[in-house]
């Protein structure tokens, strides 16, 4: 799915195709570069990518949890052990609950 976004003075409305119902609201969401996660009705996270297009994200992951999401942070690559890739880490947090979750991008 592809999403169009209209930009001016940095703000930003989302015309969404066939990816999320009409009922479904972004309730968190962080970005970093050409990165950007969405968190969904609470439980659904959504990592798109500018894909060098002017306005255009692409949907490149998408991943759902048992429980309710509370906070989001998308940090900068960092280097594997073979230092050969990088990798944007996810760190997402959950209401009620003392875990976290570190997901490696863009898989989620």
Not at 1 to 22: F, G, I, N, P, R
Not at 37 to 49: A, K
Request: include cysteine; aromatic fraction near 8%; glycine fraction near 6%.
């Amino acid at each position: 799915a592809a999403y169009d976004v209209l930009t001016t003075l940095e703000v930003a409305t989302w015309k969404v195709e066939d990816s999320l119902q009409s009922s479904s609201q972004i309730v968190k969401a962080c970005g970093w570069k050409n990165h950007l996660v969405l968190c969904i009705d609470g439980r659904v996270l959504m990592h798109l990518e500018h894909r060098g297009k002017l306005g255009w994200f692409q949907e490149v992951s998408k991943r759902e949890f048992d429980r309710d999401v509370s906070c989001l942070d998308l940090r900068e690559p960092l280097p594997n052990e073979s230092h050969t890739q990088e990798s944007s880490v996810c760190a997402v947090g959950f209401w009620a609950s003392p875990e976290i979750a570190l997901l490696s991008m863009p898989g989620l």
